[in-house]
């Protein structure tokens, strides 16, 4: 019974700790989920350690091939992995609920905000800083693939810039063959430890 008990208030404890992250995740960051991104790995990985770096990369890539905003996919896929169902649902309330608010108050000034210079400076202003933090975030990422000179993942990295940058071509596809790619090498993957 007391281990029970214990293991309840460790969950509360946990999701609780993931309302906050996620809240304070979603109030504070300006830019779209390519910039929550970093703070994400920087709260539940550098901070918390509740999900290694390897796991985290791979949740996020799960959270950007899904449809939908990045910042909740993300919030949605380390929920689950922290605390299944529960943490899905905690994840995305407190994803959702600064949005929300935000929204809310800004649909009922929106006059005021619409023709306001320093509004418009300031927003003007923090573009530039989301372009920096998603660099950022894409040179972390990348680094983290150089790091272990796992060259099938910069060749293809590499070869993803390429299509979409220089040939333009539309990212869904570059997506999908991504997809397609992870899959053939997860499948030869388990049949090369099977045969072992």
Not at 158 to 186: D, H, N, W
Request: glycine share 8%.
């Amino acid at each position: 019974m007391k281990i029970r008990r214990k293991n309840v208030r460790k969950k509360q404890k946990v999701l609780w700790k993931l309302f906050l992250s996620t809240l304070y995740l979603s109030a504070f960051t300006f830019g779209g989920g390519y910039v929550i991104v970093t703070l994400m790995k920087d709260k539940f990985v550098d901070k918390y350690h509740w999900i290694e770096e390897n796991e985290m990369l791979d949740l996020i890539a799960i959270a950007q091939s899904a449809p939908g905003a990045i910042a909740v996919n993300g919030a949605i896929v380390v929920g689950y992995k922290l605390a299944g169902l529960a943490g899905v649902l905690t994840a995305i309330f407190g994803t959702v609920l600064p949005p929300f608010l935000i929204i809310s108050v800004i649909s009922v000034f929106y006059q005021i905000f619409r023709d306001n210079f320093i509004i418009s400076e300031l927003l003007d202003g923090m573009q530039a800083g989301v372009g920096a933090v998603i660099a950022s975030v894409v040179w972390d990422m990348a680094a983290g693939i150089a790091k272990k000179k796992e060259w099938t993942s910069i060749v293809i990295m590499a070869a993803a810039f390429i299509a979409s940058y220089v040939m333009e071509v539309p990212v869904v596809y570059i997506v999908l063959i991504c997809i397609a790619m992870g899959v053939i090498r997860t499948v030869l993957a388990g049949r090369g430890k099977r045969k072992k």
